[in-house]
C-alpha cells in the first residue's frame, strides 16, 4: 500500500511536469512569426486577394485563376493573399491529399501568381487535418504556399496581420453537427484565445507601419449569408479600433463586398468569392456604410503605396466591378 501511494505521488508530479511542458509549448505556438517581404524599387506594392476557393476548379474556380493570372500580370503583383477555406468541403486528409494540387497547385498556374501565398485557415480547413496546411512539406510540394495560423507580414510601409478567426466562434464547439474540427493546437481554447488576441494587441502597437490592415478568414461586418460575427465584434474589434487598423479583410461569406463602418472608419471588406457564391443571399445593411456587395464570384486588387491604396473588385470576366482610393495626407517617415 505504501509504496502504491509513493508511486501515485511520482505519477502526480510526471503528470504536472509534462503539463507543464505542454503548456509552454502551447504558448510559445501562440507566438507570432513575423515575415517581411520587399516592395517594388517605385515605391509600390501590389496584390490579389481570393478566398473560399478549393473546389478542384469547379464553381467558376478556374475562371477566377484564369483573370487573376491576367491581372496579376498587369499589375506585376508583389504576392497573394488568401482569406481562407483553402479546401472543400474538409479541408486536406493530410500533407499527401491529391486536393492540394488539385485545388491549389494546378489551379492557379498563370505565371504571374508564381509568387508567394500567404494563407490563413477557414472553418472548413478546420474539419481536416490542420497540421498538413500548416506542415513544411506543402511548402516543399509547391514553394509558393505558406499557412500558418496567426501572424504578421511587413512590407515597409505596410504591415499585415494574419489571424485565426475559427477558434472564436463558439458554435463550431457547441453545435458541430455532424462535422468534426481538428482542434489539436487549439485547446485549451480560452488559453489560445486570450493569447492570440494578447499577442496581435502588443504586434499592432509596435507597428510603424503607415498601413495596418488585419486579414481573418470569418466575417465581422457583412451583409452576406454568414454575416456578422458576434465573437469578433467583441473581442477583436475593440482591438482594431484601439490600434487604429484601416481595414479588415475576410472571406467566408461568399461575395464581394465593401463596408465602411461610419464611427471607427474601419474598412470592412469581403473576398469570398474563389469559387462557389452565394446568388441573392444579401441581408439589410445601413446604405450609408454599404458601399458595395456582388453576389456571384470574383477576387480583389490592392495597389499600395506610402501615401495611397487603391483596391478593385473583379468578377470572373476580369471587369473592375468596384473601385476607390484610400489616402492619407499625413504619413509618418517610418
Ligand atoms: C459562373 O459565373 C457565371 C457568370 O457570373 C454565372 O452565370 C454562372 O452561374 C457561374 N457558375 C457557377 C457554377 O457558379
Ligand atoms: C495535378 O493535377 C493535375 C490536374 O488534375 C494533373 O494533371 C497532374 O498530373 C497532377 N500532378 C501531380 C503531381 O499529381
Ligand atoms: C484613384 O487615384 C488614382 C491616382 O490618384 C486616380 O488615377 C484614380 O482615378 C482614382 N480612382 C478612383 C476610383 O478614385
Same mark, same amino acid.
Given at each position: 500500500? =505504501?509504496?502504491?501511494?509513493?508511486?501515485?505521488?511520482? +505519477?502526480?508530479?510526471?503528470?504536472?511536469?509534462?503539463?507543464?511542458?505542454? /503548456?509552454?509549448? *502551447?504558448?510559445?505556438?501562440?507566438?507570432?512569426?513575423?515575415?517581411?517581404h520587399p *516592395?517594388?524599387?517605385?515605391?509600390?506594392?501590389?496584390i490579389?486577394?481570393?478566398?473560399?476557393?478549393?473546389?478542384?476548379?469547379?464553381?467558376?474556380?478556374?475562371e %477566377?485563376?484564369?483573370?487573376?493570372?491576367?491581372v496579376?500580370? #498587369?499589375?506585376?503583383?508583389?504576392?497573394v493573399?488568401?482569406?481562407?477555406?483553402?479546401f472543400?468541403?474538409?479541408?486536406?486528409?493530410?500533407?499527401?491529399?491529391?486536393?492540394?494540387?488539385?485545388?491549389?497547385?494546378?489551379?492557379?498556374?498563370?505565371?504571374?501568381?508564381? #509568387?508567394?501565398?500567404?494563407?490563413?485557415l477557414?472553418n472548413?480547413?478546420?474539419?481536416g487535418?490542420?497540421?498538413a496546411?500548416?506542415? +513544411?512539406?506543402?511548402?516543399?510540394?509547391?514553394?509558393?504556399?505558406?499557412?500558418?495560423?496567426?501572424?504578421?507580414? #511587413?512590407?515597409?510601409? *505596410?504591415?499585415?496581420f494574419?489571424?485565426?478567426?475559427?477558434p472564436?466562434v &463558439?458554435?463550431?464547439?457547441? +453545435?458541430?453537427?455532424d462535422?468534426?474540427y &481538428?482542434?489539436? @493546437?487549439?485547446?485549451p481554447?480560452?488559453?489560445?484565445?486570450?493569447?492570440? $488576441?494578447?499577442?496581435?494587441?502588443?504586434?499592432?502597437?509596435?507597428?510603424? =507601419?503607415?498601413?495596418?490592415?488585419?486579414?481573418?478568414?470569418?466575417?465581422?461586418?457583412?451583409?452576406?449569408?454568414?454575416g456578422?460575427?458576434?465573437?469578433l %465584434?467583441?473581442? $477583436?474589434?475593440?482591438? /482594431?479600433?484601439?490600434?487604429? *487598423? &484601416?481595414?479588415?479583410?475576410? @472571406?467566408?461569406?461568399?461575395c464581394?463586398? +465593401?463596408?465602411?463602418?461610419?464611427n471607427?472608419?474601419?474598412?470592412? /471588406?469581403?473576398?469570398? @468569392?474563389?469559387?462557389? =457564391?452565394?446568388?441573392g443571399?444579401?441581408?439589410?445593411?445601413?446604405?450609408?456604410? /454599404?458601399?458595395?456587395?456582388?453576389? @456571384?464570384?470574383?477576387?480583389?486588387?490592392?495597389?499600395?503605396?506610402?501615401?495611397?491604396?487603391?483596391? =478593385?473588385?473583379?468578377?470572373?470576366?476580369g471587369?473592375?466591378?468596384?473601385?476607390?482610393?484610400?489616402?492619407?495626407?499625413q504619413y509618418?517617415?517610418?
Amino acid at each position: 500500500m =505504501a509504496s502504491l501511494s509513493s508511486d501515485k505521488t511520482i +505519477h502526480t508530479s510526471l503528470l504536472l511536469i509534462s503539463a507543464w511542458i505542454w /503548456l509552454s509549448s *502551447v504558448s510559445s505556438l501562440a507566438e507570432l512569426q513575423h515575415f517581411q517581404h520587399p *516592395v517594388k524599387p517605385d515605391g509600390s506594392l501590389n496584390i490579389l486577394v481570393v478566398g473560399d476557393w478549393g473546389r478542384k476548379g469547379r464553381y467558376n474556380q478556374s475562371e %477566377v485563376a484564369f483573370q487573376m493570372g491576367s491581372v496579376g500580370q #498587369k499589375l506585376d503583383i508583389d504576392f497573394v493573399i488568401s482569406t481562407g477555406d483553402n479546401f472543400y468541403e474538409d479541408g486536406l486528409t493530410g500533407v499527401d491529399d491529391p486536393a492540394f494540387n488539385e485545388s491549389f497547385t494546378a489551379i492557379y498556374t498563370a505565371p504571374s501568381l508564381n #509568387k508567394q501565398w500567404y494563407n490563413v485557415l477557414g472553418n472548413h480547413d478546420y474539419r481536416g487535418d490542420v497540421e498538413a496546411q500548416l506542415s +513544411h512539406i506543402l511548402r516543399q510540394k509547391d514553394k509558393r504556399w505558406l499557412c500558418l495560423r496567426s501572424y504578421t507580414l #511587413k512590407a515597409e510601409f *505596410v504591415e499585415f496581420f494574419f489571424v485565426d478567426t475559427t477558434p472564436f466562434v &463558439d458554435k463550431y464547439f457547441t +453545435h458541430p453537427g455532424d462535422d468534426t474540427y &481538428d482542434w489539436k @493546437g487549439v485547446y485549451p481554447r480560452e488559453y489560445y484565445l486570450s493569447n492570440l $488576441l494578447k499577442d496581435m494587441d502588443e504586434a499592432l502597437k509596435k507597428s510603424n =507601419a503607415q498601413w495596418k490592415i488585419v486579414v481573418g478568414h470569418h466575417t465581422i461586418k457583412s451583409a452576406g449569408n454568414h454575416g456578422v460575427t458576434e465573437e469578433l %465584434v467583441e473581442q $477583436l474589434v475593440p482591438i /482594431l479600433e484601439a490600434n487604429t *487598423v &484601416d481595414m479588415y479583410i475576410n @472571406g467566408h461569406d461568399h461575395c464581394l463586398e +465593401h463596408i465602411i463602418e461610419s464611427n471607427s472608419q474601419i474598412q470592412y /471588406l469581403t473576398t469570398g @468569392g474563389g469559387s462557389k =457564391a452565394w446568388k441573392g443571399q444579401i441581408h439589410p445593411w445601413d446604405p450609408e456604410e /454599404l458601399k458595395f456587395y456582388y453576389d @456571384g464570384q470574383g477576387f480583389m486588387s490592392m495597389q499600395i503605396t506610402q501615401k495611397s491604396v487603391y483596391i =478593385a473588385f473583379y468578377d470572373i470576366f476580369g471587369r473592375v466591378l468596384h473601385a476607390w482610393n484610400i489616402s492619407k495626407e499625413q504619413y509618418s517617415s517610418a
